[in-house]
């Protein structure tokens, strides 16, 4: 099963209104994979992204899988389903503008998600930073095989966004 996703390259730009990142973050946040977390979560793109409303619950969240296997999610959102009735759990994976989404990842990690929030509804989201500055993010869609492990995976949506303004220390990346 190949792990390289092929992504459509025609996805429109949204433009994003950066004016929502605080001035000092504007001016000190950092061109990596966690200064754009901290964008994204100022700039409420992973509600936006998602049509949901959604709270942060945490970064860098290490959790033991099958075969006692650790894994880590970069992000941790809840996302409102049902008027706020019930929360999804959104398991974001940030890639740098050198790094690629693979499949088999996103497949551990919703596994492992599945098994330490039991019940809930699991929304796997990458995030990639691409060398034009605009960030993709890639939400997935999978199915459970009959032993109850993702068997397939597909996206079931995309976008691309361009903060304007960025933050400083994006403006001079290429």
Request: hydrophobic share 45%; glycine share 6%; net charge neutral.
């Amino acid at each position: 099963m190949p792990d390289k996703l092929v992504l459509p390259a025609d996805v429109r730009v949204r433009e994003i209104d950066g004016s929502a990142i605080p001035r000092p973050v504007r001016e000190l946040v950092r061109f990596d994979e966690q200064g754009i977390l901290s964008v994204v979560q100022y700039l409420n793109l992973i509600g936006d992204f998602i049509e949901a409303k959604t709270l942060r619950l945490q970064g860098h969240l290490r959790m033991t899988g099958g075969m006692r296997m650790q894994v880590e999610v970069d992000e941790v959102y809840i996302a409102s389903q049902e008027e706020g009735e019930r929360w999804a759990i959104v398991i974001i994976e940030a890639k740098s503008q050198k790094e690629r989404i693979g499949s088999s990842q996103i497949r551990s990690l919703v596994n492992v998600a599945r098994a330490e929030f039991a019940g809930k509804d699991i929304v796997p989201v990458a995030l990639k930073v691409e060398r034009e500055g605009t960030l993709l993010l890639v939400r997935f869609r999978y199915s459970l095989a009959p032993e109850g492990h993702v068997d397939r995976l597909d996206i079931a949506d995309l976008a691309r966004y361009r903060v304007k303004p960025p933050p400083l220390s994006w403006q001079a990346q290429p």
